[in-house]
């Protein structure tokens, strides 16, 4: 006989996992209608709000060098041989000689003209970037070991280091690509910048507004829960 199973249906699925988290259909829905709520007053409050051109040229302008300056970058390629440390164990003499022997064996075989991403495919135990030749895409410093980002920076294009030591094993590295430090352009950012200063001045007009409704309803602040919705602000009523 052959037994057939069913993936449970999205709603079975939905509702199971609502009762996961002890959360009612009820309470859902009228959180659901709160948020709706809330996001139409809140597209209404902002509805004149916009950012010029000639606004977010300036940011540009001012920023430039802070926000939109990419530092030079490296594409580099690595074999790794980790250090085989069993559970309990600590990195030892022997386990370092045993990923020497690996390491040293993979550079002897580059330097017969064995190729480097079938190399990487084959023996590192970088698993993310082995699949890829061992491509781990353009680095920046500081975001690797000091040991990986010293090697790789020292290399020209084309160019394979020595073994290099950090704490993860053995690494072989090949520049694949340098990138010398430049500025976006401001049509680069402009999407981008008039985006965040859209939210900003949004955000703003937004507090206001509330703000505005707090103060004409005369609110009395209780010591246990100011702060909990909003700051009073200095003209709100203690």
């Not at 996001?39 to 209404?44: C, E, R, S």
């Not at 084959?122 to 699949?131: I, L, Q, R, V």
Request: glycine fraction near 6%; include cysteine; charged fraction near 30%.
């Amino acid at each position: 006989k052959f037994k057939f199973r069913y993936a449970a249906s999205p709603k079975a699925a939905f509702e199971k996992e609502l009762k996961n988290r002890k959360i009612t259909k009820v309470f859902l829905k009228e959180q659901v209608k709160s948020q709706l709520l809330r996001d139409k007053v809140f597209a209404a409050a902002t509805s004149g709000v916009a950012v010029s051109d000639t606004d977010a040229k300036k940011y540009y302008d001012e920023n430039a060098e802070t926000l939109f300056m990419v530092p030079e970058q490296v594409k580099v390629s690595h074999i790794l041989i980790k250090f085989n440390i069993p559970e309990g164990q600590e990195l030892n003499d022997a386990i370092k000689a045993e990923a020497k022997e690996k390491i040293l064996s993979i550079q002897k075989q580059l330097k017969d003209g064995a190729d480097f991403a079938e190399l990487a495919k084959k023996y590192s135990d970088d698993t993310a970037s082995a699949p890829n030749g061992g491509d781990i895409g353009f680095i920046s410093r500081g975001q690797t070991v000091p040991e990986f980002e010293k090697a790789a920076f020292d290399l020209g294009v084309g160019q394979v280091s020595d073994i290099a030591e950090t704490t993860f094993g053995y690494h072989i590295i090949k520049c694949v690509e340098k990138q010398a430090p430049y500025l976006k352009t401001y049509d680069e950012v402009k999407d981008t910048i008039k985006s965040y200063l859209l939210n900003n001045k949004q955000l703003s007009v937004w507090e206001d507004f509330v703000y505005s409704i707090v103060d004409k309803a005369g609110i009395v602040y209780s010591s246990s829960l100011k702060g909990q919705l909003l700051e009073p602000r200095e003209t709100a009523i203690e």
